[in-house]
């Protein structure tokens, strides 16, 4: 079994930053990589962003880019997402997932393990 814990959310003014992190426990595996996303009420889950296991490969969506930045320990099986210059518009529900192997994804068909989630609202 494997677990995704998110932590870091809250409520913040614009303009403001959050550091969101997601800790990985349970299975071990040769490589993984980690993505970022969000569900906004009413609203589709959709990507923010994606990690490769190396750090090589990196994706965001064109309404974070710039603003949004995400890395990831490896010791620590632990992957962050740095969220700055936010907006009221990036208030959600943000999840942090897990695809095997080394191939990144905007799809949440293709992430395999899921975390619970964690609320970020962002107010005007």
């Known amino acids: 079994q494997v677990h995704l814990v998110e932590s870091g959310g809250g409520l913040v003014q614009a303009g403001d930053s959050l550091r969101l992190s997601c800790a990985v426990s349970?299975?071990?595996?040769?490589?993984?990589?980690m993505g970022w996303f969000r569900q906004a009420p009413g609203k589709e889950r959709e990507f923010v962003t994606a990690?490769?296991?190396?750090?090589?490969?990196?994706s965001y969506a064109d309404s974070v880019q710039g603003r949004f930045s995400i890395s990831r320990d490896n010791a620590k099986n632990t992957v962050y997402l740095q969220m700055n210059s936010l907006k009221p518009e990036d208030t959600a529900v943000y999840y942090c997932?897990?695809?095997?192997?080394?191939?990144?994804?905007?799809?949440?068909?293709?992430?395999?393990?899921w975390g619970q989630g964690t609320q970020v609202t962002v107010s005007s």
């Open positions: 990690l490769s296991w190396s750090g090589d490969r990196v």
């Open positions: 997932a897990l695809i095997l192997g080394s191939g990144l994804s905007s799809k949440t068909s293709e992430y395999d393990y």
């Open positions: 349970g299975r071990t595996f040769n490589s993984y990589a």
